[in-house]
């Protein structure tokens, strides 16, 4: 046995997960007023029924819950009234060095707007520090058009880069803005136990292995460690065929961002032959009208040398030709 190889097979399968879609939401007339504003280099609040101003504005007085409508012009400098130091700062960030997160209360507001401050250094940041707005070099509409803070009075000799303008949502030229689109993403480093691990090293072989319940019998894939039913370990490993039956299944007829199948199509439930568990995949080789419950599936692998880690590495389920399996055959698996 070779001790490298086994070390190898044992050791959790860890990769990074990138998560990420384009926010998109209609600001309405309070929001709208707001992000106008920002697009002149200008920062407006809103007057609450107690006569404090509110910036970013709300749309309902937080006393009373009634609508807001009176505006009020603040300035663009204002006072750190606490922070916190960010000493590694993460991609998409406002600052791309070393920055402080801080509350800063506008002249003219009662209420503190969260933003970055380039302050430096960290012993360069202080409680009641005085700052002022560095304006995005291209506003559009968004609060990103305030780039960040500096020090009034000891801006640094090379401030930051300001980041690009996010996107920007279709209008007319000229029209005010109605909708504002914020990039929404989420890194990590994902891994997965030690029984997916051997699932996916599987499945880089084209293999597809589950696992036993000791008690129940049933078979988990993927694995999942245990049997959530029992709460026994699922130790006994079982290979099975990339054949089986769809159970459930939905015809995808709207399109969305980063889709890369047109529709329509179809997303399944399939149980494989031996399984207990079915598992999502799409079923493709047929018209998506054609699809139903019960139909008779096998795996349409990718090409050997691009098969990896992943579930990926089968492409989607086709119809197999034979006959539908009777109902009664999956329907407790439903």
Known sequence: MNPAATETEQTPLSAPLNVGFDYTRSVGPVLGHFVNALRQRRIVGIRGSDG????????????????????????????????????????GQPIQRPFAWALIRLDGADTAL?????????????????????????PVGHIRDIAYFVPVDAAPDDPAPTPPPPPVAEREEGSPVTTVVTPIHLSFQH???????????????????????????????????????????????????????????????????GQR??????????????????????????????????????????????????LENIAHFEPSGEPDAPYESYAHHL
């Open 52 to 91: 404090r101003v509110h910036v970013p504005p709300v749309e309902y007085d937080p006393h009373t819950a009634e609508a807001l409508t009176e505006f009020a012009d603040v300035a663009d400098e204002g006072t750190v009234v606490s922070w916190s130091w960010a000493p590694e700062p993460l991609e």
């Open 114 to 138: 969260l933003h970055a401050v380039d302050a430096g250094s960290a012993t360069n940041m202080r409680t009641g520090m005085r700052v002022r707005v560095r304006w995005a070099d291209e």
């Open 191 to 257: 891994s997965v136990s030690a029984e997916e691990s051997r699932y996916l090293r599987g499945l880089a072989e084209g293999r597809l292995i589950g696992q036993r319940c000791p008690a129940c019998e049933k078979v988990y894939i993927p694995p999942r460690g245990a049997c959530p039913t029992d709460g026994v370990p699922t130790v006994e490993e079982v290979e099975l065929p990339d054949t089986g039956i769809v159970t459930t299944f939905c015809i995808v007829n709207v399109p969305f961002l």
């Open 261 to 310: 199948i047109k529709p329509p199509y179809v997303a399944a439930y399939i149980l494989l032959d031996g399984a207990d568990i079915p598992f999502l995949h799409l079923v493709l080789g047929c018209d998506a009208s054609e699809v139903r419950m019960g139909m008779r599936v096998r795996a349409a692998w990718k090409p050997r040398e691009e098969w990896s880690t992943t």
